[in-house]
Structures are given as C-alpha cells and as structure tokens.
C-alpha cells in the first residue's frame, strides 16, 4: 500500500511563530487532505488540495503532486492551533470512493 | 458542520461479545467509510460503502462487517470483540469527488 509519512513528529511553539509541517507519499494520489485534531479528538478539515497552493487565514498549503508531497504552512500560531495535524492520500478506487490513507501526525503544542 | 452523527460514543464491552456501532448522515452523501484510529498509526480504512448494500473492506477489515441498508445509516459490527479491536472508531461520509467529513468519533474499550 501506499506510505504516508510526516515531519516533525512533535513541535512545540512559542505564540505568534510559525511552522511548517510536511507530507511526503510514496505513490501517485487523486487528492490530498490535512486535517486537525483538537484536543477533543474532533477531525476539522483544513484542505483538499490535489496540487497548488490554497489558503485559508492564517493556514496555507501546497502540494507538489509530480515531487510527491505536500506541505502545510502556519503563520502566527495561536494556543488555539495546537493538536494533532493529520495529512491524508486519496486514493480513488473503481467505485469511486475516496479511501484515505493517513500519516501518523505531527503533534503540536503552542505554549503562550 | 457535516451531518454526522456516531452512536454511542463511549462503549466497554467484555471480550467476546457481539458489539455494533452506528453511523448516521443527513448529507444524502453516495459513500459512507469506517476508520480505526490507534496511537502510532494514524486512522486506517475498516471498510466502506458505495451504495445501499454495497460495501468494500479498507486496510484493516478482519473481525469487522459492515451493513448499509439505507442512505442514511451505516453500521459496523465486531461479531466477537477482542482487545485488539480496543480504539477509537470514525465514522466519515462524502459526496462524489469531494472530500471526506468526519464525525466525532467513538471510544471503544473491550475489556
């Protein structure tokens, strides 16, 4: 199957900084999806974005489809920021569903 | 917010009991998805569906199946829980060529 990785595993902020994470997958997607993990475990969507640049406040991401990943930009951190940031694959199959593939997260921590 | 609702959202059960979790969307959304989410492991595909009665297993679907009997409900079921299957369970739904919506989640603990 198709491999997800992302960088750095943890990072820890101090308020007002800003970050960049990164996903890397081994294999051509459909699509692509970051998401964040608040405290309470609650998925919020932050992008589907199969290649480009898009952005969304203070969050930014870009895909690179041909170099196979992606990165997501923070600007200003906030203690409201912190949690798990999930990036995801999409992989669409002959029933065209859009089966997801997860990294294992980068855990962020904003400390004011 | 995407209309999801998992039930129940806590559970303990014994090991080797039937348990049966529950998946409902008003979004009228053609694809419904079971995830497992495990420390170290990200969440990972348990099966999903592509219509009424039509389902498909993910990565990770030994000791699950899965039902679809209306637009609206999907339900996964361990027939005989072990600890293993001890994890949080998401429920996520999408449109045709759109992204993934995530409900909140289900907690459960076999013991």
């Known amino acids: 199957g198709i491999q997800v990785e992302q960088s750095p595993p943890d990072l820890i902020l101090q308020e007002g900084a800003n970050s960049t994470l990164r996903c890397n997958f081994s294999?051509?997607?459909?699509?692509l999806q970051w998401f964040h993990q608040n405290p309470w475990g609650q998925l919020i969507n932050l992008f589907y974005i199969p290649s480009g640049t898009k952005q969304n406040g203070r969050l930014s991401a870009t895909t690179v489809a041909t170099e196979r990943y992606s990165l997501l930009y923070i600007s200003s951190s906030q203690t409201t920021d912190s949690g798990v940031y999930f990036c995801?694959?999409?992989?669409?199959?002959?029933?065209?569903?859009?089966?997801?593939?997860f990294g294992t997260g980068t855990r962020l921590t904003v400390i004011p | 917010d995407a209309g999801i609702t998992q039930s129940p959202r806590h559970k303990v059960t014994e090991t080797g009991t039937p348990v049966t979790l529950r998946c409902h969307q008003t979004e009228n959304h053609r694809y419904m998805y079971w995830y497992r989410q495990d420390p170290g492991h990200g969440l990972r595909l348990i099966h999903y569906?592509?219509?009424?009665?039509?389902?498909d297993k993910g990565e990770v679907s030994d000791g699950y199946s899965v039902s679809r009997s209306k637009t609206e409900d999907f339900l996964l079921t361990l027939e005989s829980a072990t600890s293993s299957q001890t994890s949080v369970y998401f429920c996520a739904i999408s449109a045709v060529g759109t992204e993934a919506f995530f409900g909140q989640g289900t907690r459960l603990t076999v013991v």
């Open positions: 294999d051509s997607v459909n699509n």
């Open positions: 569906s592509y219509g009424v009665k039509d389902t």
């Open positions: 995801a694959v999409v992989r669409r199959g002959f029933t065209g569903a859009n089966n997801l593939f």
